[in-house]
């Protein structure tokens, strides 16, 4: 069965210092890899998607996450942050058979001044 | 283009009572997907409707049932609400050119459900 894993509930950086938010998969196939953002009382937005191209995928915001099949690992950073990229982040696996998405716990980033 | 867009914005209920959440998708969108997050949690997979029909289910009991209208917009009805119901209900949409598509899912901001 597919899962997700994020290593961190909190991350705290300060502006301008990278940014590392840990994510494991378990999955029996070759998985699409997705990171949402989720900005207090707004919707979540897609950063950026991993389907089995380019295992270095760019996103929106500096935002890069290199998929590792033989760490199962799908971790996203940024080189530099920024204050509004203070939000709660979301690792997701889809699984096959009935497209579902699933989703990690959360990684909740905060930046300080 | 306007993006997701999900009525009400909140709403409180008591239990045991029924509540319907609506969502319209992207247009030109022929699937729509809802999730529910309770407070400090990812969200979870409740129904994936293309084309007017199930495409999937996770675990939610029956008390939660949607539907999917011509027009491609949903309705996530909930009866004989329980305390544990209270969470933000999200609507996404995704293209899918074909049964057998699986694209990027656009979320809708969500219905904020509070159960007294």
Not at chain 1, 13 to 30: A, F, K, Q
Not at chain 2, 54 to 83: H, I, K, T, W
């Amino acid at each position: 069965a597919q899962s997700v894993t994020q290593l961190d509930s909190h991350v705290s950086v300060s502006e301008g210092t990278p940014v590392l938010l840990r994510c494991n998969y378990s999955s029996s196939y070759s998985p699409s890899l997705f990171w949402y953002v989720q900005h207090p009382n707004k919707g979540l937005q897609l950063l950026l998607k991993y389907t089995s191209a380019a295992t270095l995928v760019k996103g929106i915001n500096g935002f890069e996450a290199e998929f590792k099949k033989s760490e199962t690992s799908f971790h996203l950073t940024k080189p530099s942050a920024h204050m509004s990229d203070a939000a709660e982040y979301f690792c997701v696996v889809s699984k096959d058979s009935n497209y579902q998405l699933i989703w990690g716990a959360g990684t909740k980033l905060i930046i300080k001044p | 283009d306007a993006g997701v867009t999900q009525s009400p914005t909140h709403l409180i209920k008591t239990r045991g009572q029924q509540v319907t959440l609506r969502c319209s998708p992207i247009s030109g969108h022929k699937s729509v997907s809802w999730y529910q997050q309770v407070l400090g949690q990812g969200p979870q997979f409740i129904f994936q409707y293309y084309e007017k029909e199930e495409r999937g289910r996770g675990n939610f009991p029956d008390r939660f049932s949607a539907r999917q209208f011509p027009n491609y917009s949903s309705e996530l009805n909930v009866n004989a609400l329980l305390l544990g119901d209270s969470a933000l209900y999200l609507c996404a949409s995704s293209l899918e050119e074909t049964k057998d598509s699986t694209d990027t899912q656009y979320f809708g901001p969500g219905t904020r459900l509070t159960v007294l």
